[in-house]
């Protein structure tokens, strides 16, 4: 017997009750990113290969789903969307008054193994804040992340966002006598010390002249926090949010564009890998540019695997997604026919329903009047209409509240029938 298709390996069918959980999710990305007065942009999914081996770094360059196009171009599926959205701002930032506080919601893909909350496609929400250096635009983004958060129906205590600065690692790697390209590896080591096993890390840190030790001790007992991490953390104090974040120095996030403040967010129980994450990336658009645009900037992405794990395994949060699929029924009122002589007249209803932008739906077929009425309840339903031989008599039934009234068709039927939905 032939083995049907199957979907790839790290992609998803996405059925109707997943593209619902998939709208509740862009729809509160879009409310919040409304509310902290972003606007929307869209980049392509399809991009040259060298927008992401330009900067990127890390892990990612090893993870792209790449290939040669017909007319013999290496281009990549995007990995991210940072990098499309500094080649598109580096073409147009003149033509807007700054700071730019953009974002997009786009599907993205990554070559790695399939694991739970990582897939190798998936939707990402990025929300960017282009044109401003200072810390008071890093901690507006952590502001966003925390009431993003909150909408989706968390709490305090479901989550911490975790909180640090690249620039931390750079002044001690100085002071260790690193070289710049020996800095960047002991990000990659720090960035990884939650996943890789200790010996390895100490094998690595060992390469750089360090030891673990000293990295434990950096992190738990730094001298200095440095100016804008400080500054961060006093704004997020004086917008009462404070309890939501926790400096963690081990932070340092995978991409090697990152320049400064950088941040996770995590759920408290640490049972996924990071929710959502960015941070400030003051060069990206200089070298995408090749120098002609000096741009500072930060932001963060949120993707929808992980975010939809956390929400069904948070009672309140799931609680809250709940409540908004069942409220999205395909049908609000459902004609019954249970005459065929007079579906014209009740296909004249289905149509002014439908003008007046209620869901409406009918059998389009002859059907028993029984079986139009299961239909009815299946599509979830909260009223039918009978259209019988009694017409211009109509009867109207509340599902819900197991009640009927007969009405006329002569009458302001759509009004009345209004009043009740509401």
């Known amino acids: 017997m032939a083995k ?17 959980v998939r709208n509740y999710l862009f729809e509160i990305f879009r409310e919040v990113a409304r509310r902290y007065g972003f606007v929307e942009y869209e980049t392509p999914i399809l991009e040259s290969t060298d927008l992401y081996l330009k900067k990127s ?19 990549t599926l995007r990995p991210e969307v940072t990098a499309s959205l500094g080649r598109l701002v580096t073409a147009c930032q003149r033509d807007y008054p700054k700071p730019l506080r953009w974002f997009e919601i786009g599907q993205c893909f990554r070559y790695e193994k399939p694991q739970k909350g990582r897939t190798r496609e998936f939707y990402q929400f990025n929300v960017d ?56 590896e002991l990000l990659q080591i720090v960035d990884k010390l939650e996943r890789e096993k200790p010996e390895r890390t100490e094998e690595k840190l060992s390469a750089l002249g360090l030891t673990s030790a000293e990295i434990k001790e950096a992190i738990e007992n730094p001298a200095s926090l440095g100016e804008n ?53 003051d060069t990206l658009i200089t070298a995408l540019s090749d120098g002609k645009v ?6 963060f992405a949120i993707g929808d695997v992980v975010i939809r794990h956390l929400i069904e395994e ?18 609000e009122v459902y004609v019954v026919l249970a005459d065929e002589e007079q579906r014209s007249n009740a296909l004249a209803l289905v149509t002014e329903l439908r003008e007046m932008a209620i869901a409406t739906n009918f059998s389009l077929t002859p059907t028993k ?29 509340n599902l ?8 006329s068709a002569d009458q302001d039927v759509l009004q009345a029938l209004i009043e009740k939905i509401a």
């Not at 991490?229 to 990152?258: H, N, P, Q, T």
């Not at 000096?294 to 932001?299: I, K």
Request: hydrophobic letters at 40%; proline letters at 2%; glycine letters at 10%.
């Open 4 to 20: 049907g298709f199957q979907t790839l390996t790290g992609f998803r069918d996405f059925r109707p009750e997943d593209c619902a």
């Open 57 to 75: 770094g890390g892990e990612l360059s090893s993870q792209l789903f790449r290939f040669e196009d017909q007319g013999g171009r290496d281009v």
């Open 129 to 184: 804040l282009l044109g401003e250096s200072c810390a008071a635009a890093d901690a507006e983004l952590v502001a966003l992340s925390i009431d993003l958060m909150r909408e989706l129906g968390f709490e305090e205590g479901d989550f911490v966002i975790r909180l640090s600065d690249r620039a931390y690692w750079q002044n001690f790697g100085e002071a260790k006598g690193l070289s710049e390209e020996q800095t960047a």
């Open 229 to 281: 991490l400080e500054s961060v953390i006093s704004e997020m104090e004086a917008r009462g949010m404070k309890d939501f974040i926790e400096v963690d120095l081990s932070i340092v996030r995978g991409l090697a564009y990152y320049t400064g403040v950088v941040f996770e967010v995590f759920d408290a129980k640490k049972s996924l890998r990071a929710v959502a994450g960015g941070g400030r990336y």
């Open 294 to 299: 000096d741009l500072p900037a930060a932001g």
């Open 314 to 331: 948070t009672p309140h949060a799931n609680e809250q997604l709940q409540a908004y699929l069942s409220a999205q029924a395909p049908t």
């Open 369 to 397: 009047v029984a079986k139009q009425f299961k239909q009815a309840e299946q599509m979830g339903a909260d009223f039918t209409i009978v259209v019988g031989s009694e017409y211009p008599e109509l009867t109207l039934k």
């Open 400 to 407: 819900r509240e197991r009640t009927e009234e007969t009405i």
